[in-house]
């Protein structure tokens, strides 16, 4: 059995309501044994109609987190990390925040492509599936040329849940070279990628990214996979987790990979 979870969201991130507690009560009820969580920080979000600004209040996450770490440290694992939303022109404030605390775990994830999200429809009715994805992918690959401070880059195609057109199938080689150097660099930098159970949340055949980008990171010699659900209420933690063992182990992981000091640990399978 799985029993870290490193990608969870609470009250302290815009889109979520559930509180610290009852997730990591949730938690101990499933077995976890360690939990990350990993709250939304996107500095220059665009404004939308919910007025959601995703920024952290970092002082309170921090002080209720530490609170509850030792509340239930003879249960469970409590770990401190952020989910930093990356964008070509906020990275050096992004490397002001990220070294500004001692976090044990940072996701970098591009969310924003454009001042648009793709999970809202105007990003592929403006930029139709397969060029709406290498849009996402271009970001990503700006992204890390430049940018290091995080542990593993998030939901690697998160942009592909969105695509709403029946005709469209991913396939590595429409993005061969694009992926390549955006893997390569990731490896180089020394960090990792993350299997996200969000993509069978949301009825895609695969987490996210798709397995061909996983088996291509395998290949190039990836080894730091964190396993998250980005469960953002108690219902959603460890999200569909009894299948990773068969579906990783099929593409040839033996390890997945748990953070603490933002120094990675191997976890066999
Ligand atoms: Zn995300
Ligand atoms: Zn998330």
């Given at each position: 059995?799985i029993?870290?979870d490193y990608h969870l969201?609470?009250?302290?991130?815009?889109?979520?309501?559930?509180?610290?507690?009852?997730?990591?009560?949730?938690?101990?009820?499933?077995?976890?044994?360690?939990?990350?969580?990993?709250?939304?920080?996107?500095?220059?979000?665009?404004?939308?109609?919910?007025?959601?600004?995703?920024?952290?209040?970092?002082?309170?996450?921090?002080?209720?987190?530490?609170?509850?770490?030792?509340?239930?440290?003879?249960?469970?694992?409590?770990?401190?990390?952020?989910?930093?939303?990356?964008?070509?022109?906020?990275?050096?404030?992004?490397?002001?925040?990220?070294?500004?605390?001692?976090?044990?775990?940072?996701?970098?994830?591009?969310?924003?492509?454009?001042?648009?999200?793709?999970?809202?429809?105007?990003?592929?009715?403006?930029?139709?599936?397969?060029?709406?994805?290498?849009?996402?992918?271009?970001?990503?690959?700006?992204?890390?040329?430049?940018?290091?401070?995080?542990?593993?880059?998030?939901h690697?195609?998160?942009?592909?849940?969105?695509?709403?057109?029946?005709?469209?199938?991913?396939?590595?080689?429409?993005?061969?070279?694009?992926?390549?150097?955006?893997?390569?660099?990731?490896?180089?930098?020394?960090?990792?990628?993350e299997v996200n159970t969000g993509g069978w949340k949301y009825?895609m055949?695969d987490p996210n990214p798709?397995?061909?980008?996983?088996?291509?990171?395998?290949?190039?010699?990836?080894?730091?996979?964190t396993l998250g659900s980005d469960g953002?209420?108690?219902?959603h933690m460890a999200y569909d987790f009894q299948r990773l063992?068969?579906y990783l182990?099929?593409?040839?992981?033996?390890?997945?990979?748990?953070?603490?000091?933002?120094?990675?640990?191997?976890?066999?399978?």
């Open positions: 059995m029993q870290a969201h609470t009250s302290f991130s815009s889109d979520s309501n559930s509180s610290m507690e009852s997730m990591i009560l949730h938690g101990i009820s499933l077995g976890l044994k360690t939990i990350c969580f990993t709250e939304h920080h996107d500095i220059d979000y665009p404004d939308n109609p919910e007025h959601l600004d995703f920024l952290v209040d970092l002082p309170a996450y921090k002080q209720q987190l530490f609170l509850l770490k030792e509340k239930y440290q003879n249960q469970i694992e409590i770990n401190f990390g952020i989910e930093l939303g990356l964008m070509p022109s906020t990275l050096s404030k992004c490397h002001d925040f990220a070294e500004s605390e001692a976090f044990d775990f940072i996701i970098g994830s591009t969310h924003i492509v454009n001042h648009l999200d793709p999970y809202d429809s105007i990003y592929f009715e403006t930029y139709p599936s397969k060029k709406g994805l290498k849009r996402y992918f271009e970001d990503i690959l700006n992204n890390v040329s430049s940018y290091k401070d995080y542990s593993v880059y998030g690697l195609d998160y942009a592909a849940r969105y695509i709403n057109d029946e005709h469209f199938q991913f396939h590595y080689k429409d993005f061969g070279d694009l992926l390549d150097t955006i893997l390569k660099q990731i490896i180089y930098d020394g960090n990792g990628i009825g055949s798709h397995h061909e980008i996983l088996q291509r990171y395998l290949e190039l010699g990836g080894e730091i996979l953002h209420c108690p219902e063992p068969e182990t099929s593409l040839g992981v033996k390890y997945y990979t748990v953070y603490r000091n933002q120094t990675p640990e191997f976890i066999k399978l």
